[in-house]
């Protein structure tokens, strides 16, 4: 079954960047893309972009193009997204999620707060 | 960008039938768009019920069923049960960039 665990909670000031890491527990970790989708408090979902874990192309949403990165270490089976110049907007719930049927991650809360 | 629709409410007595829908901006959905539905309760990571237009997973209930209709994917449930009232969000895919619906909210009552 895959599992992806992501990294625990943060919380950062506005102006700074948060890396969110997503690991996953399966054999082919490169045969696939990642997914990041966040969720604001009482909002909906937004997707933010996917990295393909094997060749490390990218593709974002236009809204977060050249604020975030995605990365990916294959040795360790763990995608990465790092979003910058954060602001009080930012403050939501990140995703990871394995395409090929969407298995998500538990989700990690970035709080944005002076 | 497309903008992908859903209905913002929709109420189901259980027991009963229940078709939710996920229309596109930029025209008909159709298989070429990949639609996905996701389930989503309070408190809770999304969990996926419906891939690639009909597709289910293992833990998808039988009485979720995924289709098109009428130039839209649409999510049908039937024979609600109580534990079927969570949110409700449809994907579609545009050549690769991913465009969520803005949920459902579905009441069982």
């Known amino acids: 079954q895959v599992q992806l665990v992501q990294s625990g909670a943060e919380v950062k000031k506005p102006g700074a960047s948060v890396k969110v890491s997503c690991k996953a527990s399966e054999y082919s970790f490169t045969g696939y893309y990642m997914h990041w989708v966040r969720q604001a408090p009482g909002q909906g979902l937004e997707w933010m972009g996917w990295i393909n874990l094997n060749s490390g192309g990218t593709k974002y949403a236009q809204k977060f193009q050249g604020r975030v990165t995605l990365t990916r270490d294959t040795s360790i089976s763990t995608a990465y997204m790092d979003l910058s110049s954060l602001i009080s907007d930012d403050t939501a719930v990140y995703y990871c999620a394995r395409d090929s049927g969407w298995y998500w991650g538990q989700g990690t809360l970035v709080t944005v707060s002076s | 960008q497309a903008v992908v629709t859903q209905e913002p409410s929709l109420t189901v007595s259980p027991g009963g039938t229940v078709t939710l829908t996920c229309g596109s901006s930029?025209?008909?959905?159709?298989?070429?768009?990949?639609p996905y539905w996701f389930q989503q309760k309070p408190g809770q990571a999304p969990r996926t019920l419906i891939y690639d237009t009909s597709n289910k997973h293992s833990w998808t209930p039988a009485r979720f069923s995924g289709s098109l209709l009428g130039g839209r994917a649409a999510l049908t449930l039937s024979g609600a049960q109580p534990e079927d009232e969570a949110d409700y969000y449809c994907l579609l895919s545009y050549s690769g960039v991913q465009v969520f619906g803005g949920g459902t909210k579905l009441t069982v009552l």
């Open positions: 930029t025209g008909a959905v159709t298989s070429g768009h990949y």
